[in-house]
């Protein structure tokens, strides 16, 4: 005759524990063994609802079969989904006494407390010229929403779209990220970050194996970030284009003076000069008196031997498209003709705000 | 007047001595009257001259006169009737190669930039028509043209017509300058004068000033590429990858995966490509008729054209201007030097003479870097911690000694004509508002110790 023999008492009381959160004391375990003299053959495992789970760690599983003295291990984890107090059971569905479908149950019980949640906010660029736009990263731990807002200090900002902060006047913000109150979870601490909004950069300097940049009024816009260092030429998208200290290679900056990309495999060798054409390719004198032109996506256009085999000292591009390059140690002056675009000269590019463009 | 009558005058008036590659044209104001029925203020254009193909005439080729375009880079002028300014003439080369353009056709203004364009023809007494055949000769301004304006159009005019034309050209009648830079094509067309004399035909031109020179290389490229058009033009023509001297040529030229399919075209996508396909170089060989030529491949197909003199002395900084002027900071002669567009010294009145001057105005010293302001006075940053300001002319210097300067590396422009100084010995800024009373203001907290270069962004 088969008989289900209880051994531990049919009921499970657990901790009270947050929403969401899985109680200290989980997992519970109940033994099941099988007393009887044929097999004991599981058809189903279940609790009633999410607050009350098997863990996995249990050895009984929907289709356990259990011969004569064997046993198995149920296990429950208590995770809240609601506040309150909570009950469920645990029914195992098996052929007890030969019967298909009987039901053995053990009752579940514990409270759900309210949550509580915390906020992962990437801290905004700063500083941050006015008149850009910057994406707000920030993530709730239980996935909650989170929503941004701004304190204005000195100066302004406003958000749109959600998570777009658009900065409008300068001086110093306070960028807020919250995450409300919900039935389940209390609002998560308020994370903030000051941002501090510069003049837009306007003189970018090199040197030192750094670029930095000042706006207007000669206040630093743009803190110095490692990367060119000698020379300074301007794209038409606002990158500032600096020869890495060496001479190897060329790193850009974008307008709001961060690092952009770093390029070491276009053939430069101990250059010393850069300019900018027409095309917005970028014209680098080398070391070796060979001038490289490339573009600002980092293919090469050119490669041309100069006059000499010494250095390069200055570059620059006309309004015809010809390369002038002067040699210091040559007491000479180079015209280099074909594959470069014609440009305006600085002082006009920067009036219309046309650099690295056509005349 | 009629076509015929022009081509006739064409086929007498052109004596040709092809032994020596050299041509000389008897013509002399053939047809200089004609009659108009509506008056013209600019002149008529007048010229002659021979189509050559590896030295040898080119017959019953198609000539066409282009103006440049100036409503964009690129562009073509608009022609009142035909597609040139020869209208719906038809003028052609004769037996000898030779041509003669005279009479009622006029110039747009006299200033117009001009070129003329060769296509198709025998490239022999006896050779089959050759439909890849294209060559030009830029001519520059059309006023300059008359009656005993010769031209030769060869390879090697074509190739310096098309280098120093290339950033303005998208097609054999497609070159033309934006409304805005006319100097800059006006300056082009002048260049290729200096890569190739247009009246003979031959490497290195007229307009190069004294103490300049095309480096060797350049030369050797310029011939080179003339035999790979000679290998094409003199033949019976060909496509892309059939391997004939056109295959090769197209195949080297190809841009975006088209390949051209004349001489012109073929050339214009070398020179703004000039790193494609250099290897093309190696099928030249010895034999060839333009010489000295390449004898492995070049890194590029750029040309080099090297200036000495007019005071030039260990020159570190360089900046243009608006006319195409190009200034020049001798950081070893205590001078700056301006020369123009063709690398002529605008600081000595006779030409550019080695060992003359430059400008030594307003305490210049040891000048390292220099900017050229809208109205395109120099600014010059001095070895001594100073900054001179050069009028456009020369004629004048100011120095400008504070706001902390030291050391300047480097100097810009912003867009309200200030000045702004990169003080490589102190680590700090200087900006100088010109005036009556200069202003000065020195920034300091930037952290980069030593800054060596600036520049303003617009954007």
């Not at chain 2, 017959?59 to 035909?82: D, E, F, H, I, K």
């Not at chain 2, 030009?136 to 304006?149: F, I, Q, R, V, W």
């Not at chain 2, 058009?229 to 056109?246: E, F, K, M, P, R």
Request: hydrophobic share 40%.
């Amino acid at each position: 005759m088969d008989e289900v023999d209880l051994t531990q008492p049919p009921a499970l009381a657990f901790a009270s524990t947050q929403v969401s959160a899985t109680s200290s004391d989980s997992p519970q375990s109940l033994i099941v063994q099988n007393g009887g003299n044929a097999a004991l053959t599981f058809t189903s495992l279940a609790t009633g609802t999410a607050s009350f789970r098997l863990s996995g760690k249990g050895t009984c599983t929907n289709s356990t079969v259990l011969a004569e003295s064997g046993f198995c291990t149920e296990s429950v984890n208590f995770t809240p989904q609601t506040i309150g107090a909570l009950t469920d059971t645990l029914t195992l569905t098996d052929n007890n006494l030969n019967v298909a479908g009987s039901k053995q149950t053990a009752a579940l019980s514990g409270t759900g407390a309210v949550g509580s949640k915390t906020i992962n906010f990437t801290p905004p660029a700063s500083p941050a010229p006015v008149g850009t736009s910057a994406t707000l990263v920030a993530t709730a731990s239980n996935g909650d929403p989170v929503t941004f807002s701004v304190t204005a200090g000195t100066g302004n900002a406003s958000i749109s779209g959600g998570n777009v902060i658009s900065y409008l006047t300068t001086g110093t913000v306070t960028v807020n990220a919250n995450s409300a109150a919900t039935a389940t979870f209390s609002a998560a601490p308020t994370v903030s970050y000051t941002v501090t909004i510069n003049d837009t950069p306007l003189v970018f300097l090199a040197g030192s194996s750094k670029v930095a940049s000042l706006d207007t009024g000669g206040v630093v816009a743009s803190p110095a970030v490692a990367g060119g260092g000698v020379g300074a030429a301007v794209d038409s998208s606002g990158y500032v284009w600096s020869i890495n200290s060496g001479g190897g290679g060329v790193t850009s900056i974008t307008p709001a003076g961060a690092v952009g990309t770093s390029y070491t495999s276009l053939g430069l060798s101990g250059a010393t000069a850069l300019a900018m054409d027409g095309y917005s390719h970028i014209v680098v004198a080398n070391g070796n008196g060979s001038t490289v032109v490339f573009t600002n996506t980092g293919a090469i256009v050119s490669t041309t031997q100069g006059s000499t085999s010494a250095g390069g000292s200055g570059v620059a591009i006309d309004i015809s498209g010809n390369i002038w390059v002067t040699n210091a140690a040559a007491n000479s002056v180079d015209k280099i003709i074909g594959g470069a675009a014609p440009v305006s000269p600085l002082a006009k590019a920067v009036q219309n705000a046309t650099p690295g463009a056509k005349p | 007047m009629t076509k015929q009558a022009r081509k006739t005058q064409t086929a007498i008036a052109t004596v040709l001595l092809s032994a020596a590659g050299l041509v000389l044209a008897g013509c002399s104001g053939l047809d200089a009257t004609t009659s108009v029925t509506t008056p013209v203020t600019v002149p008529e254009m007048s010229l002659h001259g021979t189509m050559h193909g590896g030295q040898q005439p080119i017959s019953n080729a198609t000539l066409q006169l282009y103006a440049a375009g100036s409503t964009g880079y690129g562009s073509a002028y608009p022609y009142t009737s035909g597609s040139s300014l020869l209208g719906t003439h038809v003028v052609k080369t004769d037996i000898n190669g030779g041509f003669n353009i005279s009479g009622d056709y006029t110039c747009p203004s006299s200033t117009t930039e001009v070129y003329l364009v060769g296509t198709g023809g025998n490239p022999g007494p006896s050779s089959p028509a050759n439909a890849n055949i294209a060559l030009m000769a830029a001519l520059g301004p059309c006023g300059n043209l008359n009656g005993s304006t010769n031209v030769v159009i060869n390879e090697i005019t074509t190739v310096a017509s098309v280098w120093a034309l290339s950033p303005f050209m998208t097609g054999i009648a497609n070159l033309g300058t934006s409304s805005t830079n006319l100097q800059g094509l006006t300056n082009a067309f002048a260049t290729v004068n200096q890569l190739a004399n247009i009246g003979t035909g031959s490497v290195s031109g007229p307009a190069l000033p004294l103490g300049a020179a095309l480096s060797a290389i350049t030369v050797q490229k310029i011939n080179t590429l003339a035999d790979l058009l000679a290998a094409c033009i003199n033949s019976g023509g060909g496509v892309a990858g059939d391997g004939s001297g056109c295959g090769l040529l197209f195949t080297a030229a190809k841009l975006n995966g088209v390949a051209p399919t004349d001489t012109i075209t073929a050339a214009m996508n070398m020179a703004q490509h000039p790193n494609a396909n250099t290897s093309v170089a190696t099928t030249v060989n010895g034999s060839a008729q333009f010489q000295p030529a390449l004898t492995s491949a070049p890194s590029d197909f750029s040309m080099v054209i090297t200036y000495t003199g007019g005071g030039l002395s260990a020159p570190k900084g360089i900046a243009t201007d608006n006319t195409g002027n190009v200034w020049v900071a001798n950081s070893g002669g205590n001078s700056v030097t301006k020369l123009d567009a063709l690398g002529i010294t605008t600081t000595d009145a006779t030409g550019f003479l080695s060992g003359s001057g430059g400008y030594t105005v307003g305490s210049l010293n040891a000048p390292a870097a220099i900017a050229i302001d809208q109205s395109g006075n120099a600014w010059v940053a001095n070895g001594n911690s100073t900054v001179t300001e050069i009028s456009a002319n020369g004629s004048t210097g100011t120095p400008f000694t504070g706001g902390s300067i030291s050391t300047p590396g480097g100097i810009a422009i912003d867009a309200g004509n200030n000045v702004w100084i990169a003080n490589t010995g102190n680590g700090s800024v200087t900006e100088i508002t010109p005036g009556t009373t200069p202003v000065y203001a020195n920034y300091t907290g930037v952290g980069i110790a030593a800054p060596t270069a600036i520049a303003i962004n617009p954007k």
